[in-house]
């Protein structure tokens, strides 16, 4: 997989922040950052080669929108979809939460495109809409496939808050180390994001798989998921700061769902780290033989 370069994913992530500042403060459902934030997304991707499409769904009064961007190619019956919510909300700019997982999502789908790479099973990338009310648009995504299309996905990695200031370093608990586990081929999926942070030495732990971001509608359905974290309010203990650094009885991210969820809102070395392993995944989970 190609070393995803942090720098272009901190560029989406300042065009995110601009988007905010000029329309209130915010990217919240409803509200013009939201859909500036989707029109920028697409624009990347479309110029990229993406087939790209919006879908629209109707929340409290407002118009949601999920954007939906398929690489064209590859075993549309193995469908590998990876996916993250680009709404924050209304307190802020939602830099971390989830700025961070979509740009490194949206540079993945790029280095796709730049590499030409022809992975055997078919790629679809969603950004979700209004996820901070209640996983809306990746439930109205999941509902309205129908079923046949539905069973074509075969695997779903979410990313949501990649780069907190205070970063611990987690994987979804698919495989049931630590709770119940997931869908069947989940622990396949935990397995290969762990693997990335073992290559650069940098220590895993598990976090609930209790469907707290947009991976919940797809494992209701028996879809195969997983994906990664770096905390949200939760406190870093200080056996967690011994191994990963940052400041012990600090929380993860300090700034989460505030107005100071900012580009000074990011760790680095976190965005980096987590920017490769998403890609190692697609490169590991996709297959790298011809279509
Ligand atoms: N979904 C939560 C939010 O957007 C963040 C979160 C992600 C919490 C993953 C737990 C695990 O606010
Ligand atoms: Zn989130
Ligand atoms: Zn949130
Ligand atoms: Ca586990
Ligand atoms: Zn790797």
Request: proline content about 4%.
């Amino acid at each position: 997989a190609p070393d995803i370069p942090v720098a272009n994913v901190k560029a989406h992530l300042s065009q995110l922040q601009s988007i905010a500042s000029g329309n209130g403060g915010n990217r919240a459902h409803g509200r013009p950052g939201y859909r500036a934030s989707v029109d920028f997304v697409k624009s990347k991707l479309d110029a990229a080669g993406y087939q790209t499409s919006i879908q629209s769904f109707t929340y409290l009064g407002a118009t949601g929108y999920n954007l939906i961007a398929d690489w064209p190619g590859g075993d549309v019956n193995n469908t590998l979809m990876v996916g993250a919510h680009l709404d924050s909300v209304s307190a802020g700019p939602g830099i971390n939460d989830n700025g961070s997982g979509s740009a490194a999502n949206l540079e993945v789908a790029l280095a796709v495109a730049r590499e030409g790479h022809k992975p055997n099973r078919h790629l679809r990338f969603g950004w979700w809409g209004a996820e901070e009310l209640g996983l809306i648009g990746s439930t109205h995504y999941v509902n309205n496939l129908p079923a046949a299309e539905r069973s074509k996905i075969k695997g779903y990695l979410n990313f949501d808050m990649v780069g907190s200031p205070n970063p611990g370093y987690f994987a979804y608990d698919g495989d049931g180390t630590s709770g119940s586990g997931g869908p069947a081929g989940s622990a396949e999926i935990e397995k290969v994001l762990r693997d990335h942070f073992a290559s650069i030495n940098v220590p895993v732990e598990d976090t609930a798989f209790d469907g707290r971001s947009d991976y919940g509608p797809f494992i209701r359905y028996g879809i195969a998921a997983g994906g990664l974290f770096t905390g949200a309010e939760g406190r870093k203990t200080t056996a967690q700061a011994q191994k990963w650094g940052g400041q012990a009885g600090v929380a993860y991210d300090r700034c989460y769902h505030a107005s100071c969820d900012t580009t000074s809102n990011i760790n680095d070395p976190a965005l980096d780290r987590n920017a490769d392993a998403i890609a190692h995944a697609v490169w590991t989970l996709g297959g790298s033989g011809a279509r």
